[in-house]
């Protein structure tokens, strides 16, 4: 019986650039990053996402509020897509990097090892999944979403906390635990990396769906 497997996406980077010296401030704004998309090499490439990684000493505006990651479009011809993500290590660990730390709400919860053993890294790898699955599927805000359109809950948001079956408040589901490092991961990478994965909505079976 031959093994089914999901179709390759075509996935490329065509730039990317460092501010290592912080150049526009601790503090990010949706100004900061139209500023950015402007002065990037390549601000109006077609069928592309604009993707802005931020270090954990820095401030995003309005994240950690009822998301851990922000996307959109800019107000240009083109209507270039963007998507923000925070390293929450620093400024909401305990709403951003669960299960890699103690549930805020539930005292009995247990953390996880994260895969890489970097819980800023794999939080952020975590919120870039679910921003991308919200940017495909509600790219301009007028795709799918539930509830009020000021207040939005995207797939990935829908599933919040769920990493795989038989997930409940504090306990992320089944998952597989690495024999070396201890990590928890429910995706395989490129090169052996691996990855947690939030669950996303299926709207065709109105479930959430996880990798495990």
Not at 1 to 7: H, I
Request: hydrophobic residues 35%; positive net charge; glycine residues 10%.
């Amino acid at each position: 019986k031959k093994q089914k497997f999901s179709p390759r996406i075509g996935v490329r980077v065509v730039g990317q650039g460092f501010d290592q010296q912080y150049q526009q401030g601790k503090v990010i704004t949706q100004d900061y990053v139209n500023k950015l998309h402007k002065e990037s090499s390549m601000p109006n490439v077609k069928n592309t996402i604009f993707v802005l990684i931020t270090a954990k000493d820095v401030t995003l505006h309005g994240s950690c509020l009822d998301r851990c990651a922000l996307h959109g479009n800019f107000d240009s011809p083109g209507k270039e897509l963007f998507i923000v993500v925070n390293n929450p290590e620093k400024e909401c660990p305990e709403k951003c990097t669960w299960p890699f730390v103690k549930h805020y709400t539930v005292k009995s919860s247990v953390a996880l090892r994260p895969p890489s053993g970097n819980i800023g890294a794999d939080s952020l790898v975590m919120h870039l999944a679910g921003a991308l699955a919200a940017t495909v599927t509600n790219p301009y805000r007028d795709g799918w979403y539930q509830g009020p359109f000021f207040k939005q809950i995207e797939a990935a948001v829908f599933c919040s906390e769920m990493f795989g079956t038989g997930a409940r408040p504090g306990y992320p589901g089944k998952t597989q635990i690495d024999n070396f490092t201890g990590g928890a991961f429910n995706a395989h990478g490129v090169r052996g990396k691996k990855f947690l994965l939030p669950a996303l909505w299926n709207p065709v079976k109105k479930q959430c769906w996880t990798l495990m």
